[in-house]
């Protein structure tokens, strides 16, 4: 049994994920803000722990990753104020990464999105630009960190079940298709287990490969 931690334990995707890994034994711990929520979180079969990422030191959140042995980031300030895009999927993130690295817990597993970068092209006049900065600082750091990290960046997502069938780095994405946030979640509980992903940045969508297959070692 490993102990994973998770970060923004209240969002679909995390909620989901939780319930992924506590039914495959695995131990949770779920980070929440707001204490309100521990009773959804701990319906999973996750333990919620109290935990203001936006407001945390790297060492307070250190203290809290300690003897785990994985964290996944699915925390975000969910819009609003640019202000606090940047304090949380910026800047908290990334206190996170250098908490990870002070408390031992070497694997970190970032979700992310399909396109982010530094070239992600979202003008500054656009509501998203803020949001497109801050997850391009922090993958960039996360991947220069010495971490082993994953970085996933799902294609748009959506509601509905998973089945974990999709497809990775599509060439074409013309067609709108998205990503369910349980397949998202099916995909990190997925290289959480998978060291050929370490090291990797895996963007995809709902497709038409099992998950073994399209996450598996690159030809």
Same mark, same amino acid.
């Given at each position: ?78 819009? @609003? ?5 940047? !304090?949380?999927?910026?800047?908290? /993130?990334?206190?996170?990464?250098? $908490? +990870? *690295? =002070? %408390? ?12 982010? @970068? ?5 003008? !500054?006049?656009?509501?998203?630009? /803020?949001?497109?900065?801050?997850? $391009? +600082? *922090? =993958? %960039? ?79």
């Amino acid at each position: 049994m490993t102990r994973i931690a998770i970060i923004g334990g209240h969002g679909k995707v995390a909620l989901e994920l939780s319930r992924i890994l506590a039914a495959d034994g695995q131990e949770v711990t779920s980070f929440i803000r707001n204490p309100d929520h521990a009773a959804d979180v701990a319906a999973t079969g996750a333990t919620p722990t109290v935990l203001d990422v936006e407001n945390a030191t790297t060492a307070q959140i250190a203290d809290a990753l300690r003897n785990h042995d994985a964290v996944v980031w699915s925390a975000g300030a969910g819009g @609003g104020s640019p202000e606090r895009t940047y !304090a949380v999927d910026r800047d908290a /993130a990334i206190r996170s990464m250098d $908490a +990870a *690295a =002070d %408390a031992g817990v070497g694997r970190y597993v970032m979700v992310s999105y399909f396109g982010a @970068g530094p070239d992600h092209g979202v003008p !500054a006049d656009n509501g998203f630009f /803020a949001y497109a900065e801050a997850k $391009a +600082a *922090a =993958d %960039a750091y996360l991947r220069g960190s010495g971490l082993d990290w994953t970085v996933l960046g799902p294609g748009t997502l959506t509601n509905g079940p998973g089945n974990g069938m999709i497809d990775v780095d599509p060439a074409d994405t013309s067609d709108g298709t998205g990503t369910t946030r349980a397949n998202v979640a099916l995909v990190a509980a997925a290289v959480l287990g998978l060291p050929a992903t370490i090291g990797r940045t895996i963007e995809f969508r709902d497709g038409t490969l099992p998950l073994a297959a399209a996450l598996g070692p690159r030809a």
